[in-house]
């Protein structure tokens, strides 16, 4: 029984309740290793399509076979061909260590980091996953997600930093670039191109000018003042 449901044995049927929810329990292990085994055989189907030279048939197969969009056919082999690169992470989906839905977030949190990074997580999340287990803890991925972000940045902070000012330069209203930090500057005040430049390490373009300037984006009707 849930925890926090002890109150209600006075009122239920508790070897019904029980026997229900060893029912669901076990569905739920079946259905992830139901999705394991549709990843295996989506590696399959790419690795025939690309023995033969026709590895850009294997989405168009996969969605008719599926009878999803080519889009939904695509992330099922993204998710495919990353898991498979992490030790155990498809062992882990079939034996239900990892529910579906932990392992979409697991792909979206590891699919972007270079590969060194990315085994990196995965190896801290896996032992995260067996203690969890162990101690009967149930980690959704609203949980999951704040813990797998945090790892991700310890691993590499550097690149963390350099992915946050790439999603700020982005942002609408903001001047984007390749620069390590500067500002974009101009001698006119009140001219809109007072705009702040984010830009990666190294771009190789030197930032603007250092002291004291006027720049930014309108706030609250005027501009901000950076010091830099």
Request: charged fraction near 20%; charge should be positive; include cysteine.
């Amino acid at each position: 029984m849930a925890v926090g449901q002890a109150v209600l044995v006075g009122t239920l049927d508790v070897g019904a309740l029980t026997v229900l929810e060893l029912r669901m329990e076990q569905r739920e292990v079946r259905r992830s290793a139901e999705h394991a085994g549709s990843l295996r055989d989506v590696l399959a189907l790419q690795a025939l399509f690309g023995s033969t030279g026709h590895d850009l048939a294997t989405v168009a197969q996969l969605a008719l076979l599926h009878r999803c969009s080519e889009s939904r056919a695509g992330q099922l082999l993204t998710a495919a061909r990353l898991l498979v690169t992490l030790p155990g992470a498809l062992e882990a989906l079939e034996s239900g260590l990892l529910t579906v839905e932990q392992s979409q977030l697991v792909v979206a949190q590891l699919l972007p980091l270079p590969g060194d990074v990315a085994l990196t997580v995965w190896e801290r999340l896996r032992d995260r996953l067996i203690a969890d287990e162990d101690a009967g803890v149930v980690r959704p991925p609203a949980r999951l997600r704040p813990l797998l972000a945090r790892w991700v940045i310890e691993a590499d902070a550097d690149a963390a930093t350099c992915r946050r000012r790439q999603a700020r330069a982005t942002r609408p209203g903001w001047t984007t670039g390749a620069v390590r930090t500067g500002w974009s500057t101009c001698s006119r005040p009140g001219c809109p191109a007072w705009t702040r430049r984010r830009v990666c390490p190294g771009s190789g373009l030197a930032p603007s000018r250092s002291g004291s300037v006027m720049t930014g984006r309108p706030a609250g009707g005027g501009w901000t003042r950076w010091s830099i």
